[in-house]
């Protein structure tokens, strides 16, 4: 049988080809692809979580982590879809208009995806319509990133619109980035704040209140 700790260890160390390796033989022998996801993708990104939190790792080590991760769910994605196997929640992440930064908020969408969230990402200088529409089409959190100070008021105009579109209660809105904190969360009425790509997990699981 193909080994799930193993396979939580190739996406630990960062080793995609075994990672897909593994992952190829599960599914050859069989294994529920939930269990897959579950037992080794998601149980190997959860350590790496930890790891980031606690600076054994850093950025490039996650980063490495989490290629693997995505090179197993490739193989994985069709199989779990197949099976009816249900996304935690759906995340519409984008880096607000006139924001061209994404190296953070690729990080948080990886690791989000590989807490078993559905992705959708909408790149970087996204308008406030944009996730109006990523609402419409089923993203129940909204996760918005700035690196400007000069940026953060789009975060604000994003919520606004939510609320004058009518749709700002289908979903919890998270915001991130460096400029932001928590005061300003709570000043535009943000649903949560994460420090870090570790912590967005946490906290998107928070706003779900899946445990």
């Given at each position: ?74 193989v994985l994605r069709p199989k779990l ?131």
């Amino acid at each position: 049988m193909a080994d799930m700790e193993a396979l939580a260890q190739a996406i630990i160390n960062g080793k995609a080809p075994d990672a897909k390796k593994i992952t190829e033989e599960a599914i050859a022998e069989g294994m529920n692809p939930g269990d897959i996801l579950n037992n080794g993708l998601v149980a190997g990104m959860n350590v790496v979580g930890s790891k980031f939190k606690n600076n054994e790792f850093y950025v490039p080590e996650v980063l490495i982590a989490a290629r693997a991760m995505k090179m197993a769910m490739e193989v994985l994605r069709p199989k779990l879809a197949s099976s009816g196997v249900e996304a935690k929640g759906k995340v519409a992440i984008g880096t607000v208009a006139g924001d061209l930064h994404d190296i953070g908020k690729n990080l948080v969408a990886m690791m989000l995806e590989g807490a078993g969230f559905e992705i959708i990402d909408l790149g970087v200088d996204v308008k406030p319509q944009a996730f109006v529409e990523a609402v419409k089409d089923g993203a129940n959190v909204i996760a918005l990133s700035a690196l400007l100070t000069t940026t953060m008021p789009a975060m604000k105009d994003t919520i606004e619109t939510l609320k004058s579109e009518g749709v700002r209660d289908q979903a919890s809105v998270m915001i991130g980035g460096a400029p932001v904190t928590q005061n300003y969360a709570d000043e535009i009425s943000a649903d949560g704040y994460a420090p870090d790509a570790a912590s967005a997990v946490d906290k998107a699981k928070e706003l779900l209140k899946i445990a």
